[in-house]
């Protein structure tokens, strides 16, 4: 199995607070992704990162903000949380674009915003 | 309109069958996955592929670029094979498509 992490795994937080999600790799590969799992919605695309410092867009990035420091850590950061950002949050890895390259997914964070 | 569409959304099986999945896409790839959610929520890549046919244990996953269409295939079905199976595209435009799944059920 691929050497990722997600952390924390569960929570529960509040409408309007800030909430950050971790995402720890040990393979040193240069894609990272953060998407969203919601019923009825296949796997959407929040942000990735293509190296340290370097990251970009998906899908729905609206209220969602990353950084990467480190080739190894991802950081999915909701600056207000609303309950429209309720849902499964997975990270992914590739060595190369998506396309080319297999995708190796975390566990998934479950992030209930009340 | 879903660039990714699979079949069945949901789909019950005896032990020991022969189990078919289909996604049809409607972008111009470069290469399809399909992927394997356990009950638990993990995600595993099980295959990706650019033309004809990959095997891997009972799995057999093929592709026609002509038709954009994909099969997964579930030779000898059993319980542990039961999971949610998703397909997902990655187009020549660098945008990446999944579908919404199947979920398979294989009964004892």
């Known amino acids: 199995d691929a050497g990722i992490t997600q952390s924390p795994r569960h929570k529960v937080t509040e409408t309007g607070t800030p909430v950050t999600l971790r995402c720890h790799q040990t393979e040193n590969h240069r894609y990272m992704y953060w998407y969203r799992q919601d019923p009825g919605h296949g796997l959407r695309l929040i942000h990735y990162s293509y190296g340290v410092k370097d990251t970009d867009k998906g899908e729905v990035s609206d209220g969602y903000s990353v950084s990467r420091s480190k080739t190894e850590d991802f950081l999915l950061t909701l600056e207000s949380a609303t309950s429209s950002q309720t849902s499964v949050y997975f990270c992914?890895?590739?060595?190369?674009?998506?396309?080319?390259?297999?995708?190796?997914f975390g566990p998934g964070t479950r992030l209930t915003v009340t | 309109k879903n660039e990714v569409e699979q079949s069945p959304q949901n789909l019950t099986a005896q032990e020991g069958e022969f189990i078919t999945i289909n996604c049809s896409y409607s972008?111009?790839?470069?290469?399809l996955h399909w992927l394997q959610q356990h009950p638990g929520g993990g995600i595993v890549s099980l295959f990706m592929l650019s033309s004809g046919k990959k095997k891997h244990g009972r799995l057999i996953a093929t592709i026609n670029i002509q038709e954009k269409h994909s099969s997964l295939h579930i030779t000898a079905s059993h319980p542990r094979d039961s999971a949610v199976y998703i397909c997902a595209v990655d187009n020549t435009g660098n945008q990446f498509y999944f579908g919404t799944g199947t979920s398979l059920t294989v009964i004892p």
């Open positions: 972008v111009g790839i470069s290469a």
């Open positions: 992914a890895i590739s060595e190369g674009q998506r396309g080319y390259y297999e995708q190796y």
